[in-house]
């Protein structure tokens, strides 16, 4: 299978030693953007680990994807500064343009993923909007737009 062609050559640089785990996600993740079923799978079968036991070693960081991203990451500010300038509305309108449904954050074609973020640290910027790895800050709603409408051919 092609997909795991790519995982069995990044394993040849590991030793099947489990404390290897997270340094092999973090290969496999660099090289896709995410760490598909096959790729956890590849990854249990060679370190002696299940794919569950893989999944909830995983998840405790933030830094692991499981499912495909968009090109360009959006992440809009929900913290309490930003939320009390208009970050909810910016957030919706993104959404709103995007089409995401509920429950989704990667657009069909994707060419966007939308997250929240609760904090960037960068209060007195609030509104803020990141995407991929700008900073936007003193948002807008039509600033915003405009911004999606630009990264949507990059
Ligand atoms: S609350 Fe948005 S950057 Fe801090």
Do not use: W
Not at 81 to 102: N, S, Y
Not at 125 to 153: C, F, H, N, Q
């Amino acid at each position: 299978m092609t997909a795991n062609i790519g995982i069995r050559k990044i394993l040849t640089s590991f030793t099947r030693d489990r404390a290897n785990l997270i340094p092999i996600l973090q290969k496999s993740q660099a090289q896709k953007g995410y760490l598909s079923p096959e790729a956890i799978t590849e990854i249990g079968h060679f370190l002696g680990i299940t794919p569950n036991d893989i999944y909830s070693v995983a998840s405790f960081y933030a830094q692991f994807r499981f499912e495909r991203q968009g090109k360009h990451t959006i992440k809009v500010c929900q913290g309490t500064a930003c939320h009390v300038r208009g970050g909810q509305q910016i957030l919706e309108a993104v959404e709103r343009e995007l089409r995401l449904k509920p429950g989704q954050s990667t657009t069909a074609d994707y060419q966007f993923t939308l997250e929240r973020v609760a904090c960037f640290g960068a209060c007195a910027l609030a509104p803020v909007m990141v995407i991929d790895d700008t900073v936007y800050g003193l948002m807008t709603v039509s600033r915003a737009l405009k911004l999606v409408a630009e990264y949507r051919g990059k």
